[in-house]
């Protein structure tokens, strides 16, 4: 079955600087690999997406990168800033009938003025 | 309108109450999805609704009952829950099964 492994648990780095969560994955037929942000006491709120047919899309400050041979993608957020600061999920959804979205244990990202 | 709308926010129920926890989209989205999550835990995938048709359950205890009665709303149907069932119970939905998903801002449940 699916799963999915998120590293690191926490992270913290210096405002301005780069953030990088990395997962990986178990399943080859896994398509589509969504990031969201989640904040204390609020929703998880999907921030970017990538489908297993691309290998990098970005969005302002941040991106993400698939390595399919690898079995396993990042987030990159550039220009840290304190509103950044939150619980990362990568997540991963196969194909099929199944169609689960499965998260990763999360990364708590603070970002230090 | 572009939200999941759940309610109530909080509830707190006791152990032989029956409850329910309702969600609400007007995206036009067919599929709609149950999530529970614990402090510090990722959302972990109770139910799936496809087409108003319950697709997957996830071996969830029969004591939680989920109902689509059209494609816009969703239930969660809440009967003698135990303590450890205190969580935040989130919704989401998305226009199919193999599109981006959006979460609606949860119901966090105790059970005392």
């Known amino acids: 079955g699916e799963n999915v492994e998120q590293h690191p648990s926490t992270l913290s780095v210096q405002e301005g600087d780069s953030a990088v969560i990395k997962c990986t994955y178990s399943?080859?037929?896994?398509?589509?690999f969504p990031w969201y942000k989640q904040e204390l006491g609020k929703r998880p709120q999907l921030i970017i997406d990538?489908?297993?047919?691309?290998g990098e899309k970005k969005d302002q400050r941040i991106a993400v990168t698939l390595n399919k041979t690898a079995k396993h993608f990042s987030l990159h957020i550039t220009e840290t800033q304190p509103e950044d600061s939150a619980v990362y999920f990568c997540?991963?959804?196969?194909?099929?009938?199944?169609?689960?979205?499965?998260f990763g244990q999360g990364t708590r990202l603070t970002i230090n003025p | 309108d572009t939200e999941v709308t759940q309610t109530p926010k909080h509830l707190v129920m006791g152990m032989t109450n029956k409850k329910s926890l309702k969600c609400e989209q007007h995206?036009?989205?067919?599929?709609m999805y149950w999530y529970k999550q614990k402090a510090k835990k990722p959302p972990e995938l109770m139910f799936v609704?496809?087409?108003?048709?319950?697709?997957i359950n996830e071996s969830v205890p029969s004591r939680f009952s989920p109902e689509c009665p059209n494609s816009s709303l969703l239930n969660l149907h809440l009967h003698a829950l135990q303590p450890e069932d205190s969580a935040l119970y989130l919704c989401?939905?998305?226009?199919?099964?193999?599109?981006?998903?959006?979460f609606g801002q949860g119901t966090r449940l105790t059970v005392v």
């Open positions: 399943d080859s037929a896994s398509n589509y």
């Open positions: 990538i489908r297993s047919n691309v």
């Open positions: 997540a991963i959804k196969g194909r099929g009938g199944a169609q689960k979205l499965v």
């Open positions: 609704y496809s087409y108003e048709k319950l697709s």
């Open positions: 989401a939905s998305s226009r199919f099964l193999n599109t981006e998903a959006f």
């Open positions: 995206m036009g989205h067919r599929a």
